[in-house]
C-alpha cells in the first residue's frame, strides 16, 4: 500500500471557514478513490461523482458551510477524524459535532468514507413544536 493521507492532509480536507470556497472537483480526486463508499446519516452514494454531488448539493442547499476539524487519528489503513459542521440556513445556524472514519485503500487514497453524527437533534432542535416532538419519539427507541 502506497502511505496513506497524512494527518495534515486530512485537517486540509476537513476544514473549512464560512466564506471560503469548497473543495473543487480535483481537490476532492487527489484524496478519494474513483470507487469511493460514501455513507453517512441521511444517504449512502458509490463512486467519487455521486460523493461530489452529493457535496454540492448540501452547499447549494446552505447560505454558508463551515468544518472544523477538532482531532485526527491514523493507524494503519484506517483514520477517525473529530470535526464539528455549521451549516448557515434561512439566518439559522445548526452546528453538527461528529466523527468521520476513512478507510485507504492500495493507492493511499480513500476507498470508504462514513460520517457519525447526530442529524436529528441539530436539525430538529431548534424548530418549535417539531424539535420537541421529534426529541420525544428519538427518546423511545433509546431508552
Known sequence: MNNPLSEEDLKDLFTKDYGDKPPTKEKWSNYYQDDVL????????IGL?????????????????????????????????????????????????????LVFGKTGKIKEHRDYFDFCGPTFDPVPILGPFIRRLYSLFVN
Open 49 to 101: 461523482i455521486a460523493y461530489i454531488e452529493a457535496q454540492e448539493k448540501l452547499i447549494k442547499r446552505c447560505d454558508d458551510v463551515f468544518l472544523k476539524t477538532h482531532a485526527i487519528a491514523i493507524n494503519g489503513d484506517v483514520a477517525f477524524v473529530e470535526w464539528t459542521l455549521g451549516l448557515k440556513i434561512m439566518k439559522k445556524e445548526f452546528i453538527y459535532p461528529g466523527t468521520t472514519k
Open 38 to 45: 460514501f455513507i453517512d446519516p441521511t444517504q449512502e452514494k
